[in-house]
């Protein structure tokens, strides 16, 4: 039975406006935990985490992965999302992750995408997703910000990188200066079993106007969810389960800084398996 994790990490996003500063920390601090906890780690970190190179790494780990072992996959960077072209979504938009070239070559990881990835796994493989990322949000909504707080939200509008003939249009024919964010829940989602004892922790819930925040605390530049989630997880005891961390890291989230609320998804089985066993 073994244990691999992939971590990704994104902070440079060329030509979008929209560079982040936490995300390459928390993909190496999420390495550092999980090599500590005997799991054999690869990584992709901003310009190497291209979407050709973040779907063949997520092929790789669960392509080659047999029945009873654990794989992690953390992703810390821009969650976005994209008009529909297959007419699954109800709400008419894919949600979907940005990978480094996501202006560049014009694409995201979508969720349709990453299900497809996902869906060759063996029976008996168990998957734990952690999302530092925004599942949706509004086009124009701004991150609050406190003093000495660095707060900006891990949301990427359409704008900021689909062109302008495919984003979406009012009555008008008019490119929309406004719209509501994705209604369903996050691109990993798409991956996540419940029959399978899956497990999902994200940053923030799913819906409109949920965020998770890059932050800059203790002088350092971090997800405000990875750095609870792993402070939190420092302090427990040998042995704890999921759901007793996830009851740790909702002690410091939401904040009046981070106003973000952590979420875990999972079967109750799921919840109640050891971290990182």
Known sequence: MAKKALCIGINNYPGTGMDLRGCVNDA??????????????AMLLDQEATKTAMMAAMSNLVGKAAKGDT??????????????TDG?????????????????????????????????RKSGVRIV??????HSGTVTRAAPAEKDADTRPRFMPMGNWLPTRLLPKDR???????????LGPSPLFAAYSNKLGDLLLSGCKEGPNNFSYDARINGRFTGAFTHYALKALARMKPG????????????????ASYPQAP???GSSGARQGKVFE
């Open 28 to 41: 190496n601090d999420w390495a550092g935990v999980l090599s500590g906890r005997g799991f054999k780690v």
């Open 71 to 84: 794989l992690v996959i953390t992703f810390s960077g821009h969650g976005t999302y994209q008009p529909d």
């Open 88 to 120: 699954d979504e109800a709400d008419g938009l894919d949600e979907a992750l940005c990978p480094y070239d996501l202006q560049t070559a014009g694409e995201a990881l979508t969720d349709d995408e990453i299900r497809s990835l996902f869906a060759v």
């Open 129 to 134: 997703l952690i999302a530092d990322s925004c």
């Open 172 to 182: 008008s024919g008019r490119v929309a200066t406004t719209m509501i964010g994705a």
């Open 240 to 255: 704890a389960t999921y759901a007793e961390w996830h009851k740790a890291i909702v002690k410091y989230l939401p904040s």
């Open 263 to 265: 979420q875990m998804v």
